[in-house]
């Protein structure tokens, strides 16, 4: 895949093709584990910032769940977007 770069193939679904999903299921094929820093990389930079951007609960909720964040990932459901977003960066992403 592109040279042994998965990044970089990755970042061509991202940025070239807009598929973040065709981007998840790259990182999941490379990775064996389900938290690798690819999947990572992609839920943080991409899926997240999406979701929130477009008001998609269910897509952050996943995200959230994926990324080992239980507690954002239930609380996006029923908190509105709004007040999610007032909370600092590091308090929706660390581990």
């Known amino acids: 895949m592109l040279a042994d770069q998965p990044k ?3 970042s061509v679904c991202l940025r070239q093709m807009g598929d ?12 064996p584990d389900a938290n690798g820093p690819l999947l990572k ?10 979701a ?3 008001g998609h609960r269910w897509l952050a909720s996943w995200a959230f769940w994926t990324l080992g964040r239980r507690d954002l990932s ?8 709004t007040v999610l977003c007032l909370l600092p960066v ?3 992403t660390h581990s």
């Open 41 to 50: 990389w992609i839920l943080t930079d991409r899926v997240v910032p999406m």
């Open 90 to 92: 590091d308090h929706c």
């Open 8 to 10: 970089d193939a990755i």
């Open 20 to 31: 973040w999903q065709l981007a998840v299921a790259l990182a999941r094929a490379i990775e």
């Open 52 to 54: 929130f951007e477009g």
């Open 74 to 81: 239930v609380r996006v459901l029923i908190v509105s977007l």
